[in-house]
């Protein structure tokens, strides 16, 4: 079974802090990793999407990582903002084709 | 449309009803997902649309629950005999094509069987 997860659960931080979250899958074999926000009551907003051959991708603030060796992928926030604050989700497309999702990590950054 | 749109945005129903959910994918997209996700838990899949070809089923969580997609765009995920466990939103996907393409999600239906 494929498994994605996330850590931390949950995190609280300052605004104006740089922080990193981790994703970390057992299919070495996926086609690609995407990042979502999700915000109370909403559905999912797509942020990065990282092509398996690729090994980053910027947008912003933020920058994600992916190295399928390891089976993991970071998602970088750089000077966090208080509209930061959301529920954060990476997925990844496999032999499947449906994304996998992970448990997701819970953000507020605090005023 | 620009997006994926999702309908009703919430709908209500008396517990043994059926429902019926929609969505409008970004066109041009063949590749469809629909997912559920109950209070306070993660994303469960429950169908997987690509093109003309089967559907991926597998994670339909009971036969009450089926879904089509005609003309290879609009979906329907239809619940029959709605339980209270039903209750969750439900989320609808679209990208270009399978595997490693970006998907995009509509805002979903809060779906809430009393």
């Known amino acids: 079974k494929q498994e994605v997860t996330q850590i931390p659960a949950a995190l609280s931080v300052p605004e104006g802090e740089n922080l990193v979250l981790n994703c970390s899958f057992t299919?070495?074999?996926?086609?690609?990793l995407q990042w979502f926000r999700q915000d109370p009551g909403k559905g999912l907003t797509s942020l990065l999407l990282?092509?398996?051959?690729?090994r980053e991708q910027t947008s912003g603030r933020l920058n994600a990582s992916l190295d399928k060796s390891s089976g993991r992928s970071t998602l970088y926030i750089a000077a966090s903002q208080p509209g930061d604050s959301a529920t954060y989700l990476c997925?990844?497309?496999?032999?499947?084709?449906?994304?996998?999702f992970g448990t997701g990590t819970q953000l507020k950054v605090e005023l | 449309g620009a997006g994926v749109s999702q309908s009703p945005s919430n709908k209500v129903t008396e517990k043994g009803k059926d429902v019926e959910l929609r969505c409008d994918p970004i066109?041009?997209?063949?590749?469809l997902y629909w997912y559920r996700q109950s209070l306070g838990q993660g994303l469960e899949f429950l169908i997987y649309?690509?093109?003309?070809?089967?559907?991926?089923k597998s994670g339909l969580p009971s036969d009450r629950f089926s879904a089509e997609r005609t003309g290879g765009s609009v979906s329907t995920l239809t619940i029959q005999r709605t339980q209270q466990e039903d209750s969750a939103v439900y989320l609808c996907?679209?990208?270009?094509?399978?595997?490693?393409?970006?998907?995009?999600f509509g805002q979903g239906t809060r779906l809430t069987v009393v």
């Open positions: 996907a679209s990208s270009l094509l399978q595997g490693g393409t970006e998907a995009f």
């Open positions: 299919d070495s074999a996926i086609y690609n």
């Open positions: 990282i092509q398996s051959s690729q």
């Open positions: 997925a990844h497309t496999g032999g499947g084709n449906k994304l996998t």
């Open positions: 066109s041009g997209h063949t590749a």
């Open positions: 649309f690509q093109g003309n070809s089967a559907p991926d």
